[in-house]
């Protein structure tokens, strides 16, 4: 069988994600029979990447919780505020309450610039995770073409053992009837206690 590397290999995204096909680098199996054995360049370069990629969204998320938890205090302490001035005409609370308000559109625009971010990663994700599906699977086809031609190989000498063995048995049983037609032809001219004394004179075990 001839394996013909092809780099430029289609893969239908549409599919892809239908099947949910995993992010490779956390995935045991993927592991177990691509990363632990075949540690190409291509394969190194592409798990490196999206090992970064997926250490760099999981810190973005963590700052947009962060952000999403300061925008929750502040929106409680809004309303407090908003409360003592509204309720108890308490007007000394408006430089604080403004610059609660302030602090929220600032809040705001951090949390949608993360957002977008996230997204960023994870389409990034994606787009390498499919990088690193397409070498797997020149890889797999690799080596199924090698173990293919190993397992022609293998049939064959297979093949050619049993014709071997099917030669040896034809060639024992040959040799066993011959044996014994020579031993009862001496039987039968010298009798049975003449050839128990040759038989110990030629024979040994």
Request: glycine share 2%; charged share 40%; hydrophobic share 35%.
């Amino acid at each position: 069988m001839l394996f013909r590397k092809n780099t430029d290999i289609e893969v239908d995204e549409k599919i892809i994600k239908k099947n949910r096909v995993p992010v490779l680098i956390k995935d045991k199996e993927w592991k177990n029979i691509i990363a632990s054995s075949h540690t190409n360049k291509t394969i190194q370069f592409f798990s490196k990447q999206l090992e970064d990629l997926i250490n760099e969204e999981k810190e973005s998320l963590r700052q947009l919780n962060n952000n999403k938890q300061y925008k929750t205090k502040l929106m409680n302490k809004i309303i407090y505020l908003s409360d003592l001035l509204n309720r108890q005409g308490k007007e000394d609370v408006l430089p604080e309450l403004e610059k609660c308000k302030e602090e929220i559109t600032k809040v705001n625009e951090i949390i949608d610039e993360i957002m977008d971010k996230t997204q960023d990663y994870s389409r990034e994700i994606e787009r390498v995770n499919l990088a690193l599906l397409k070498e797997t699977i020149v890889i797999v086809y690799k080596d199924i073409t090698i173990g293919h031609d190993k397992l022609l190989a293998v049939d064959q000498e297979i093949e050619e053992l049993r014709e071997k063995l099917g030669n040896l048995r034809d060639e024992k049983d040959e040799l066993e009837k011959k044996n014994e037609k020579l031993y009862s032809f001496l039987h039968t001219v010298i009798g049975h206690k003449e050839m128990e004394k040759l038989d110990v004179l030629f024979l040994e075990e």
